[in-house]
C-alpha cells in the first residue's frame, strides 16, 4: 500500500520588464508498506495545477507540470520546484484558487492523487 501525506506547495512571483514568473514550490512524503519496500518498488510521480471552481476543478496550462521517479530509498519528503508564466495561474474571474495534486503510481500498478491545501491569491 503507498499513501502521500504532507503535501505542501507555496507560489512566488517574480516581475520582469516582459512579465511575471511564478516558482511553484512543493513538497510531499511518499509512504510505502514493508512488502513494496522489499519488492523495490518505484513510484513515477506527476503533479498537476488546479484551478479549484465551484462547479468543476479544471487543470490550468498544459499538465503535468513537473515529473519525477521516486525511488524506495529516496529522502523524504521529497521537495520539488518549477516555473511557470504567472498569467496561466489566472482563473479570469474574481479571486484565483488554486492547489496542485499529487499523482503517483507505482511500478506495480497501484495508483493514487493526493491534493494540497487551496491557495487563494489574484494572478
Same mark, same amino acid.
Given at each position: 500500500?503507498?499513501s502521500?501525506?504532507?503535501?505542501?506547495?507555496?507560489?512566488?512571483?517574480?516581475?520582469f520588464v516582459?512579465?511575471?514568473?511564478?516558482?511553484? &514550490?512543493y513538497?510531499?512524503?511518499l509512504?510505502?508498506?514493508?512488502?513494496?519496500?522489499? %519488492?523495490?518498488?518505484?513510484?513515477s510521480?506527476?503533479v498537476?495545477?488546479?484551478?479549484?471552481?465551484?462547479?468543476?476543478?479544471?487543470?490550468l496550462?498544459?499538465?503535468?507540470? &513537473?515529473?519525477?521517479?521516486?525511488?524506495?530509498?529516496?529522502?523524504?519528503?521529497?521537495?520539488r520546484?518549477?516555473?511557470?508564466?504567472?498569467?496561466?495561474? &489566472?482563473? %479570469?474571474?474574481g479571486e484565483?484558487?488554486?492547489?496542485i495534486?499529487?499523482?503517483?503510481?507505482?511500478? &506495480?500498478?497501484?495508483?493514487?492523487?493526493?491534493?494540497? %491545501?487551496?491557495?487563494?491569491?489574484?494572478?
Amino acid at each position: 500500500m503507498i499513501s502521500v501525506d504532507s503535501v505542501d506547495f507555496s507560489i512566488t512571483r517574480t516581475s520582469f520588464v516582459s512579465g511575471h514568473i511564478c516558482s511553484i &514550490d512543493y513538497s510531499y512524503a511518499l509512504r510505502i508498506d514493508k512488502e513494496k519496500y522489499q %519488492a523495490g518498488v518505484s513510484f513515477s510521480v506527476c503533479v498537476i495545477l488546479f484551478g479549484d471552481d465551484l462547479l468543476r476543478d479544471k487543470p490550468l496550462g498544459s499538465p503535468p507540470y &513537473d515529473t519525477h521517479v521516486v525511488e524506495r530509498d529516496a529522502v523524504m519528503p521529497v521537495k520539488r520546484s518549477f516555473a511557470m508564466p504567472c498569467e496561466i495561474l &489566472d482563473e %479570469a474571474v474574481g479571486e484565483d484558487k488554486i492547489f496542485i495534486k499529487i499523482c503517483v503510481a507505482a511500478s &506495480d500498478g497501484e495508483f493514487l492523487y493526493e491534493r494540497s %491545501a487551496t491557495i487563494h491569491d489574484w494572478f
